[in-house]
């Protein structure tokens, strides 16, 4: 919890046991997993926030572990976590990586998934919960769980600005007595969005007019769809590409247009993007100037390392990293060192490198004006590198009963 990623929090009502996400740490060598929670004995629900691997990766254990546990989420989680989920046994496999679980247990696993909508409350055995739309990507949700006369809300990732993919989280979410949150950006805040806009459409623009390729690397959930709509509102007049796991991702986001902020200009979009299929035809778009959005967004693995192979000493073509590097991948080690690294790969790039923010969680100042607006009698920092300190400044400096746990802590009785 004192970290991004492996997201997992459990509320025992005395009755039943209430799991909040259950993710692993990702690009871990290997895979980093939630602590096991044989000594709390296995949960009753899973309420799921939204399909980020983080938030969601671990869930395949439980069948593994001979658990069937029901997933409640949005719609349009369940087959985006059906996609990403087997994504990861395959590149494992890949990898030789051993996973604490097999493809028919995340089989098992989608079949348990409940889907629900915003707003409507459920009710288990002695708590109440209901979504609210966090405004994170497509389907994304705080949990608001009522029991023991107690009202918590677990905001998993959440954003409190609109973007043009999905509006921002819902401001009719009503105060809790104790907050679980997110602090990914606690220590900073975003530079200007649409700056950050202006210098990706230039760069674009800049490199097809030098005759180049503009690689834009980026998430296949949430970030590569918000692109594509910055892109368009600045207007297509050259070749656009969709390459890797984005392209099936964005057909299923498309498909559920009612968590999109406007689905109309994604359609829009969508009328001016090729899919490529194959590796003869990512030879053949190369030959010409274009842009192309491919995943992975940390330069990891899929479609972007066979551009980089050919595309890395070409002064006048550009690489784009539109999200967050985390330490020891290969986007991060390319930001630090100008040399790509990955596995058997270690290229020195020519080509024009930049890192844009387009981060879809909620920055520093929109963080504090959260916690304020909800004024919560106790605060639980996750999900953040800096959890204890962000506890601390909220402690000392604005007066909460604020605290950053640690994993497997029991740190509130309801």
Known sequence: MMSVGSSAVMIDTGVEKIMMDYGTKIRMEPPQFPIPIKNNGKPDVVLLTHA???????????????????????????????????????????????????????????????????????????????????????????????????????????????????????KKIPEADVLITE????????????????????????????????????????????????????????PLYMDGMAKKTTTIINRNKNMLRDSDKLDKALQKVTYVGNDKMRKKIIKQSCAILTTSGMLTGGAIVFYLKRLYDDKKSSLLLTGYQLPDTPGKTLLETGRYVSKDINLELKMFVKRLDFSAHVGREGLFDFIKKQNPEKIFCIHGDNTEDFANELKTEKGYDAFAPVANNRFFNV
Do not use: C, W
């Open 52 to 170: 980020h691997l983080d938030h969601s990766g671990g869930l395949p254990i439980f069948e593994a572990n001979g658990s069937k546990v029901p997933i409640f989420s949005l719609p349009v989680t369940k087959p985006l976590v059906e996609t990403l989920l087997y994504d990861s046994v395959k590149i494992s496999a890949e990898e030789g990586t051993k996973l604490p679980f097999k493809d028919g247990n995340v089989d098992d696993t989608i079949k348990n998934f409940v889907p629900i909508d915003f707003g409507e409350p459920h009710k288990l055995r002695k708590a109440t919960f209901t979504y609210f739309d966090a405004g994170h990507i497509p389907g994304s949700a705080m949990a608001f769980v009522e029991t023991m006369g107690k009202k918590i809300l677990y905001t998993g990732d959440f954003n409190t600005i609109d973007t043009r993919l999905v509006k921002k989280y819902d």
């Open 183 to 238: 602090s990914t950006y606690a220590q900073r805040d975003h530079p200007d969005r649409e700056d950050q806009e202006k210098q990706l459409v230039q760069i674009v623009r800049e490199t097809i007019a030098n005759d180049g390729i503009a690689l834009i690397s980026g998430f296949a959930i949430g970030r590569l769809q918000e692109i594509l709509l910055v892109l368009e509102k600045h207007g297509i007049d050259y």
